[in-house]
């Protein structure tokens, strides 16, 4: 429900306030006043695009608040999943800078505008010139017909297994894809697999097989110079091992004239001790060491295989072709169980789809359960709103599914007797439409939790009881929801509990739009007004006390 609205420097309106009342509460005014421009900043609310040139003042940025009251519409999760906190009086707010660029709040927490636009629809129904659009939309009708239903379980059960459809149907369509690109392939990936599979890479032996051939290459030349080594340490006459020893008695004899040389004499120990180690490892890497040209070949012969498949793939490393490897066998495995796993996936769209059907049939049988007593509902409130003749039925036919079902309909009018209904889209005028979307929106707020409704000048086209019975039946709708209408007819302007007059200010440079709540005297002339034009008679004002007291 909304508890007040504020709207600065929009369009024609400076500062525009008001606090409307829980119930019913009516909005009048002069053509042109800017009745329908409060509606343009509300709409701001809800979610609707802004245009700088709606700006009064270019200078100033124009600020749209709405204080609302929300503790009844179960609207917690919402807050939770958009991370909003909630609040029982909720505030929201649209803001358009000079710029041009559009900031939209809720309780002071800025917010993308989608998560207003899906806010708003919980909050307020706006009856405009756009809904007789919509009303001849078989999606919108479809809606109609589900909340008259009150088909939520079939219909989220539908949704549901609508889901699930088409999750197992994606599945299959992708692998069938796949598939199809897989089989092409699968011969080329074979052979490249097995040219992969029959080296048996190892990891890391890439780095083994480069040292090997290294040395392979120069066995001769290696062992050549470590028999020159070991030539040059071991050498019985003049081999530096010998050399050594000598000299290290000589310096293990000058550590008994003094301590200074003791550790002259534990570092040549150390190296003598490390010039052997090097001697004894080098006769064992010489046994080691072996000429043999056959091995040399075949690590070569390796190698050629690893750089030629390396170079094939883009890769640098037997790792890389490893990667691949398994890559490859992944894609053979495939093709090899494709057939498993194409007829695994169409059961399960198969399975899915009976699902889908079944849901869809119960959602069908409860809707068209609703169009009999639909129709004569909407039909009897358009008798009581002057149409005596009018006739409402319903088309119907099965379609391929959908999100919305399995179902496409028609709403069927006709206003003349003995005139077959058709669509409403062929048949309705503009008065028709309204009274039409009246009754439906008459019949909707038992069935939709619509705190708020808007009627912009629903009552054109009509007059008299028609017009009467149409505000009684909006007295009925505003014991459960606040209305706000903006009309032109006395008869409908004086049965709200609350009266807002519209007018334009000329007193400065630019003419501005301003509201005033309207109370006892105020009320009379603005009625007397209405019935009589500006200079209202004593007769018009005893028909506004009349209305004013009915």
Do not use: W
């Not at 508890?3 to 042109?32: R, V």
């Not at 505030?91 to 309780?107: D, T, Y």
């Not at 699930?164 to 796949?178: I, V």
């Not at 490393?317 to 398994?326: C, I, Q, R, Y």
């Amino acid at each position: 429900m909304l508890k007040s609205l504020t709207i600065a420097n929009y369009a024609l309106i400076q500062n525009l306030e008001m606090e409307p009342s829980p119930y019913l509460n009516m909005i009048t005014g002069e053509t042109g006043a800017g009745k329908s421009i409060m509606l343009g900043a509300v709409g701001l609310l809800l979610g609707n695009r802004a245009d700088i040139k709606t700006l009064l003042d270019t200078d100033k940025k124009c600020v749209v608040e709405g204080n609302f009251s929300i503790q009844d519409y179960g609207l917690e999760d919402f807050f939770k999943n958009e991370d909003l906190d909630f609040e029982k009086e909720s505030i929201i707010r649209r803001e358009i800078s000079p710029s041009g660029k559009s900031r939209a709040f809720i309780n002071d927490t800025p917010v993308r505008l989608e998560t207003l636009k899906d806010l708003g629809k919980y909050l307020m129904d706006i009856h405009s010139q756009h809904d007789n659009l919509l009303l001849g939309d078989g999606e919108y009708q479809l809606g109609l017909v589900d909340a008259f239903s009150s088909n939520k379980t079939e219909h989220d059960a539908y949704l549901l297994s609508y889901l699930k459809f088409q999750a197992a149907k994606k599945s299959l369509d992708k692998l069938s894809l796949e598939a199809l690109e897989l089989k092409k392939e699968a011969d080329f990936n074979k052979f490249q697999l097995e040219e992969l599979s029959v080296l048996r890479l190892v990891e890391g032996e890439q780095l083994d097989l480069e040292n090997e051939q290294e040395i392979l290459e120069n066995a001769e030349d290696i062992k050549s110079k470590i028999q020159e080594i070991l030539s040059q340490l071991n050498d019985e006459e003049f081999g530096g091992l010998k050399t050594l020893a000598s000299a290290n008695q000589s310096i293990q004899q000058l550590t008994r004239f003094a301590h200074k040389f003791e550790p002259y004499g534990e570092r040549f120990k150390s190296v003598l001790i490390e010039l052997k180690d090097i001697a004894e490892s080098m006769e064992e890497e010489d046994g080691l060491i072996e000429v043999d040209f056959e091995k040399l070949e075949i690590v070569r012969e390796r190698l050629s295989k690893i750089y030629h498949l390396q170079q094939k793939h883009g890769v640098d490393s037997v790792e890389g072709l490893m990667e691949l490897e398994k890559e490859l066998a992944d894609k053979v495995f495939q093709v090899e169980n494709l057939d498993d796993a194409l007829e695994k996936l169409q059961k399960e769209k198969e399975l899915a789809e009976k699902e889908l059907m079944e849901k869809g049939d119960a959602l069908s049988k409860k809707r068209m359960s609703a169009f009999l007593p639909f129709s004569n509902q909407l039909a009897s409130l358009l008798h009581q709103l002057g149409m005596e003749n009018a006739q409402i039925d319903f088309s119907h036919e099965k379609t391929s599914p959908t999100k919305n079902g399995l179902d496409k309909i028609d709403i069927l009018f006709s206003a003349n007797k003995g005139v077959k209904p058709q669509a409403l889209k062929q048949v309705a005028s503009g008065g028709e439409f309204s009274r039409l979307i009246f009754a439906i929106k008459y019949i909707m707020a038992d069935k939709m939790a619509l705190p708020t409704l808007i009627f912009d000048e629903i009552d054109t086209g009509v007059s008299g009881e028609v017009a009467l019975q149409m505000v009684r039946m909006m007295q009925d709708i505003a014991k459960k929801h606040q209305v706000i209408c903006i009309s032109h007819l006395p008869q409908v302007a004086a049965k709200g509990n609350q009266h807002y007059f519209v007018y334009k200010d000329n007193s400065s440079e630019k003419t501005i739009s301003k509201i005033k709540l309207l109370q006892g005297e105020e009320r009379i002339l603005e009625i007397a007004k209405m019935i009589a034009g500006e200079n209202p008679s004593n007769t018009a004002f005893e028909n506004a006390r009349e209305l004013l007291e009915r």
